[in-house]
C-alpha cells in the first residue's frame, strides 16, 4: 500500500468527527434555549366595599405628560437584554378581564370619563384614559392611599419619570399591564410601586430622555419588564405627593373594531382601539365603578357614560386637527369637540399654534344651534365656503360663567382643512365676517 494515500483518509474521518460532534453541540444548545409554556392566569376575588354618595371635590391637580407624546430630548439608548419569550395567553373572545377594585370606595370621590379636555395646552386632545380622582386630608392636601392590580395580570413595562418642574425631585411611576396578549391596560401618576416592581427598576433602560410639554419637564426612563399580579395584590400607592389627587387608568382592545378617526395614519394603531375601562370588569364590581362617572358631584348622565376619545366627523368641522404637516407625534393644536360630562356643549380646546392668530390655549365652551352661521355645531359645518362665527364664550372652570369679550372665527376650506381666528370684541354681531390673520390646521 502507499502509505501517502494514508494520511488522506485519516484527515477526512477526523473532519467528519469533528463535524459530527459541532452538530451535537448544536442540539443541546436549542433544545436549552426552548421555553415552557405558562400555566393558565386564573381569577381571583376581592371583597369590595360597599357604595358611597358622591361628595363634592376642588378643582384638578396638575397632570404630567404621558398621554400625548411630548417633545423630546433623547439621551443615548441604553442596551436592554432581549425580553423571553411571552408568557401572556391570547384573550380569545373573553370579555371579563378584571375583577377586583384598583381602590378602595372609601378612598374616592369621583371617576372623570374618557375625552377629558383642560389644563391647556396638556390636554387638548381628548384623553384616552379615565381619572380615579381621592378624597382629600387636612388642609386640602393628598392622602395616601393603596392602588391595586385589577385582575390576574403581567406588568408588560414600567416608566420612572423624574420631575424637574413644577414639582421638583418628585418621582411619578407609570405601569402597563396585560391580562392577555390582545388588551393591556396602564395606570399614570403613582407615588411609589411595590417592591416586586421597584427591583426592576434598574438599568439597562430601553430608553431615558427629557420631556417638555407646557409647565411640565421631566426625565423619563422606560423598561420592559415580565412581572406577575394578581388580582387585589397590591401595585403602589398615589397621593403621597402634596398635587397627587388622582391617577389614571387607561386601557385598550386590539380585538375591537378601530375608532373611526378622520386621518387614522394620525394615530398608532393601539390608540385606534382604546376602550372604557370599566366594560372589562366583573358585573358588580362595574356597576360600582360606573356609579362615580362624572365631575365633583356632577354625574355624566348621557350615553356612553364612561365618556368618548374619538369625536371625529370626517368632512366636517368636529374633531382633533393638526399643524399642517404635522408628524404623528405632533404637539396637541386645536379640538372643536362637545364637552366630556355635558356632551350637549360645544367646546373650543386650543393649543399654542392658535396664537398666531389672536387665540391663547385654553378651553372655551358654548352652547351650539342647529341652524344659521352663530355657533353652528361643529358637526354641521361642511366645506361650504362660508365663515362661521362664535360669542358668548365661556372659559372653563369659570365660577361666574361670565362671557368672554371675544370671538372665534372658522372656515371649513376643503373636507380636511380648516382656518381659524381670534378677535377681541363682544359678539358676531349679523356678519359677514372676514379673515386677516388666520391660522390654518389640517386633519
Keep these: 500500500m502507499n502509505p501517502r494515500g494514508f494520511i488522506p483518509i485519516v484527515v477526512i474521518v477526523a473532519v467528519i468527527i469533528l463535524l459530527a460532534a459541532g452538530g451535537g453541540t448544536l442540539l443541546?444548545?436549542?433544545?436549552?434555549?426552548?421555553r415552557q409554556s405558562s400555566p393558565p392566569i386564573t381569577e381571583?376575588?376581592?371583597?369590595?366595599?360597599?357604595?358611597?354618595?358622591?361628595p363634592s371635590t376642588p378643582e384638578e391637580p396638575p397632570v404630567t405628560r404621558e398621554e400625548q407624546k411630548p417633545k423630546s430630548q433623547s439621551q443615548p439608548k441604553q442596551s436592554q437584554p432581549t425580553q423571553p419569550q411571552s408568557p401572556i395567553l391570547p384573550c380569545g373572545d373573553k370579555k371579563e378581564l378584571f375583577t377586583a377594585l384598583p381602590v378602595s370606595?372609601?378612598?374616592?370621590?369621583?371617576?372623570?370619563?374618557?375625552?377629558?379636555?383642560?389644563?391647556?395646552?396638556?390636554?387638548?386632545y381628548p384623553t384616552d384614559h379615565v381619572y380615579f380622582f381621592l378624597k382629600r386630608g387636612a388642609s386640602n392636601q393628598a392622602i395616601e392611599v393603596p392602588v391595586y392590580s385589577p385582575g390576574d395580570v403581567w406588568i408588560t413595562k414600567i416608566k420612572e419619570i423624574k420631575m424637574e418642574r413644577p414639582v421638583p425631585n418628585s418621582t411619578d411611576y407609570s405601569i402597563y399591564f396585560s391580562p392577555c396578549r390582545e388588551f393591556e391596560g396602564f395606570y399614570f401618576h403613582l407615588s411609589t410601586v411595590n417592591e416586586k416592581i421597584k427591583s426592576e427598576i434598574k438599568p439597562p433602560f430601553r430608553y431615558c430622555h427629557q420631556e417638555e410639554?407646557?409647565?411640565?419637564?421631566?426625565?423619563?426612563?422606560e423598561k420592559d419588564v415580565r412581572i406577575k399580579l394578581n388580582a387585589g395584590e397590591l401595585m403602589g400607592t398615589v397621593g403621597q405627593l402634596a398635587w397627587q389627587y388622582s391617577f389614571d387608568l387607561g386601557t385598550y382592545d386590539l380585538r375591537t373594531p378601530a375608532l373611526n378617526y378622520a386621518n387614522p395614519s394620525r394615530w398608532q394603531e393601539w390608540q385606534k382601539h382604546i376602550v372604557c375601562p370599566f366594560d372589562y370588569f366583573r358585573g358588580d364590581v362595574?356597576?360600582?365603578?360606573?356609579?362615580?362617572?362624572?365631575e365633583d358631584d356632577v354625574l355624566r348622565t348621557i350615553e356612553p357614560t364612561?365618556?368618548?376619545?374619538?369625536?371625529?366627523?370626517?368632512?366636517?368641522?368636529?374633531?382633533?386637527?393638526?399643524?399642517?404637516?404635522?408628524?404623528?407625534?405632533?404637539?396637541?393644536?386645536?379640538?372643536?369637540?362637545?364637552?366630556?360630562?355635558?356632551p350637549k356643549t360645544g367646546a373650543?380646546?386650543?393649543?399654542f399654534l392658535a396664537a398666531e392668530s389672536g387665540l391663547s390655549p385654553d378651553i372655551l365652551y358654548f352652547i351650539p344651534t342647529s341652524s344659521g352661521f352663530v355657533n353652528r355645531d361643529f358637526k354641521d359645518i361642511a366645506d361650504d365656503g362660508k365663515i362661521y362665527c362664535y360669542d358668548q364664550l365661556v372659559k372653563q372652570w369659570s365660577y361666574d360663567k361670565k362671557p368672554e369679550q371675544l370671538i372665534i372665527l372658522i372656515q371649513l376650506t376643503s373636507p380636511s382643512t380648516l382656518r381659524i381666528q381670534g378677535k377681541n370684541v363682544t359678539n358676531c354681531g349679523s356678519g359677514p365676517w372676514e379673515f386677516k390673520s388666520p391660522t390654518e390646521l389640517e386633519r
Excluded: N
Design 28 to 34: 443541546i444548545y436549542q433544545k436549552s434555549a426552548t
Design 44 to 54: 381571583k376575588t376581592t371583597p369590595i366595599p360597599s357604595k358611597e354618595k358622591l
Design 105 to 124: 370606595l372609601s378612598d374616592l370621590t369621583f371617576i372623570r370619563p374618557l375625552g377629558f379636555i383642560g389644563a391647556a395646552p396638556e390636554h387638548i
Design 213 to 221: 410639554l407646557g409647565r411640565f419637564k421631566q426625565v423619563a426612563c
Design 286 to 294: 362595574k356597576d360600582k365603578l360606573k356609579f362615580r362617572l362624572g
Design 306 to 342: 364612561c365618556g368618548e376619545i374619538e369625536q371625529d366627523e370626517s368632512g366636517t368641522a368636529q374633531g382633533v386637527w393638526f399643524s399642517k404637516d404635522a408628524k404623528m407625534y405632533a404637539q396637541p393644536e386645536l379640538s372643536l369637540i362637545h364637552d366630556f360630562i355635558d
Design 348 to 351: 373650543f380646546a386650543l393649543g
